[in-house]
Every structure is written in structure tokens, then in C-alpha cells.
């Protein structure tokens, strides 16, 4: 499958006849940190002991639906002592301080303290046993907000440097979606849209399909897992004869019911593997429920990267996916 900018010096004046316009917002660098990367301030002590065992068994879990072992968030840790400027601008920042000078345990969440876009959780509580409190009660809390901001981040830039055609024609389709740079329409028929980006080593691809939707029945998990199989035997071949994506059955197939923009939608998550071939990745499927059109729009990404992790090309694919908004 696929500088050093150097003004010339008429310009200085005026650049600083502008600064009194320019807010403490605009001046904050942009973050730093590779994506799905957390920094965990929390000391030494505590680290190796149970505390460090929660924290761990938290931002370390396993993510679900991938080929491989991957955690949910690649954890650096760091002491209270060592968090100096050096780490400030780090882009998820989970800061915790356990201490008897804590006299009351909370947990803040502070955005675009010290760079932008930033997210900062703040722990504090006077002892162990207050912390695993506070932080049992909160910790999903936690988890859905650094990863919902992780999403923010990918689609700012999406949004920045958008392919503008595909996003045009997928809004006269009544799909519109925040395609990126990178991505092509390789197919555009009647009922099927593919839309990937493709590197030598790595394959990221939208598929778009539109069925007509008769009643509620086909939304039944058994129907979607059959209608996407039919959708991909016909539209994602192969280069060998003979070979065609599918659904994974052998893996676990999450299914989710939602309501998206007042629309309602399934969810999909599993594995997807190439029918007679070797060939395998993750995915996550929408199927929105067009009542305009009197249709189903199945929007399906995937990712095939057999060298390398795919935990943030699967989250790169996941944010454009929701971007999908079915136009009333």
C-alpha cells in the first residue's frame, strides 16, 4: 500500500511601535515534546513506590485495538527539584506534589502556563493515602482531557495547512471534513471516496462510503461488521489476485453508540488484516446516520505501518476522522 529571519533596520521601528499591541499570550513559545509524550513530575521517592505504581498503571496502560503492545502516553519522568525552565514548556505536564505543607489535596488543570498549546494538571495532597483518593476519583477525568488536548493540537495544524480541494469537494458531497496537506483523493465514485497519504514505509488512508439507510436494524453491530466487509472486499484490493481488506474477527471489536452534533453514530474500533495476505493495522469506523439524504455515511481509517508504532499515526487518522460532520 500504499533561521534566522535578519530585518532590515527601516522595519525595527515599526516592529516596535507594534509590541504595545502584542499580549503575554502571543509571546509564549510553542511547546516542546514529541506527540503522546507526558511529562511526570513526581519525586524520586514516590515514584518507586506505590504512588509511582498508580501513576504508572494509568499513563502506561495499554492502548487498545493495536497490533503491538503500546502505551497510552510515552511517560518521562522527572522530580520536583529537576522541573526547571529547561522542562516548562513541555507540552502535557502532569505535576505531582505530596507533602504535610499541603494542607488541602487538589487537582488543578492549567492550560498555556509557560508555553502554548499547553496542558498542565497540578496534584497536590499531604499524604499517600489522600492522593490515591483524589486521583482514583479523577484519573479518567485526566487521561480524556490530555488526550482530547493531544487531538486539539493535531487538528490546529490540520486546519493551518488544509488541502483545500478535497476539503471543497467533500463539502459539496455533504461531508465536511479538515483534510491536511499530504493527503489525495484517490478515488471519488458515486457511493466511495479514499483519501490517504501515503509514505514509503507508512500508509494512512480515509475511506468514505454512503449507504442507504432503510432502519435502524442495519446499525446492529453484526450489520455494520458485514457492510464494512462488503464495502472493503470491492473497494480495497490487493496488488496480489485474490487479496482484499477485512475486518479482523479474531481481535476484539469495540463498539460505542453516540451522539455526535445530534447526529447519531457507531463507533468501530479493531483490527483490519488483507484477506489471503499478510498484511494488517488498526482502524476506527463512524457511521453517521444521514436522515437529509436518507443514508449511512461510513467514514473508515486506517493505518499500515509494519516497521513502526502506530499509536500516533492512528490518533493522526482518528482526529481527521471526527472533523466528519454530516451538513443539515
Same mark, same amino acid.
Request: charged share 25%; aromatic share 12%; net charge positive.
Given at each position: 500500500?500504499?533561521k ?13 511601535s507594534?509590541c ?13 515534546g514529541?506527540?503522546?509524550?507526558l511529562?511526570?513530575?513526581?519525586d =524520586?521517592n ?9 501513576? &504508572? ?10 497490533p503491538?503492545r503500546?502505551?497510552l502516553?510515552?511517560v ?7 522541573f ?9 505536564i502532569v505535576?505531582?506534589?505530596i ?6 489535596a ?6 498555556d502556563?509557560w ?5 498542565v ?9 489522600v492522593f ?5 476519583k &479523577?484519573?479518567?477525568a485526566?487521561?480524556d482531557t ?27 458531497r ?6 491536511p ?5 484517490d478515488?471519488?465514485? =458515486? ?7 501515503e ?5 494512512q ?21 458485514h ?11 490487493g ?7 477485512q475486518?479482523e474477527?479474531?481481535a ?14 457507531v ?21 453517521s446516520v ?16 509494519p516497521?513502526?508504532?502506530? &499509536?500516533n ?12 460532520k454530516?451538513?443539515?
Open positions: 500500500m500504499k534566522y529571519v535578519l530585518f532590515p533596520i527601516f522595519l525595527f521601528s515599526l516592529f516596535f507594534a504595545g499591541d502584542i499580549s503575554n499570550e502571543d509571546l509564549k513559545p510553542n511547546v516542546t514529541k506527540a503522546g509524550e511529562l511526570l513530575v513526581v =524520586d514516590k515514584w518507586k513506590s506505590a504512588v509511582g505504581d498508580s501513576l &504508572r498503571e494509568v499513563f502506561e496502560q495499554e492502548v487498545q485495538i493495536l503491538q503500546e502505551p502516553f510515552t518521562v519522568n522527572i522530580p520536583n527539584k529537576a526547571t525552565n529547561l522542562f516548562e514548556t513541555h507540552r502535557s505535576r505531582v506534589q507533602s504535610p505543607k499541603n494542607e488541602k487538589s487537582i488543578k488543570l492549567r492550560r502556563v508555553a502554548k498549546p499547553q496542558t494538571f497540578e496534584i497536590k495532597a499531604p499524604n499517600d493515602s490515591f483518593k483524589i486521583f482514583s &479523577r484519573k479518567q485526566i487521561v490530555l488526550l482530547l488536548d493531544e487531538q486539539r493540537r493535531y487538528l490546529q495544524s490540520y486546519i493551518k495547512f488544509e488541502n483545500q480541494e478535497v476539503t471543497r469537494i467533500l463539502k459539496q455533504g461531508v465536511p471534513m479538515h483534510i496537506k499530504g493527503y489525495r483523493l478515488v471519488n465514485k =458515486d457511493a466511495f471516496m479514499w483519501i490517504s497519504y509514505a514509503p514505509l507508512t500508509s488512508a480515509i475511506l468514505i462510503s454512503f449507504i442507504d439507510y432503510k432502519d435502524t436494524a442495519q446499525l446492529s453491530k453484526e450489520n455494520l461488521i457492510q464494512i466487509d462488503s464495502v472493503l472486499k470491492v473497494n480495497v484490493q496488488q496480489t489476485k485474490g487479496t482484499y481488506m475486518l474477527k479474531r476484539d471489536i469495540l463498539y460505542k453508540k453516540m451522539m455526535r452534533d445530534g447526529v447519531y453514530t463507533e468501530l474500533r479493531g483490527l483490519w488484516q488483507l484477506e489471503n495476505d499478510y498484511m494488517g493495522g488498526p482502524f476506527v469506523a463512524l457511521i444521514d436522515t437529509k439524504r436518507q443514508r449511512l455515511v461510513l467514514a473508515y481509517g486506517y493505518v499500515y505501518s516497521k513502526y508504532d502506530k &499509536r499515526y492512528m490518533r493522526q487518522v482518528e482526529t481527521i476522522l471526527y472533523t466528519l454530516i451538513d443539515k
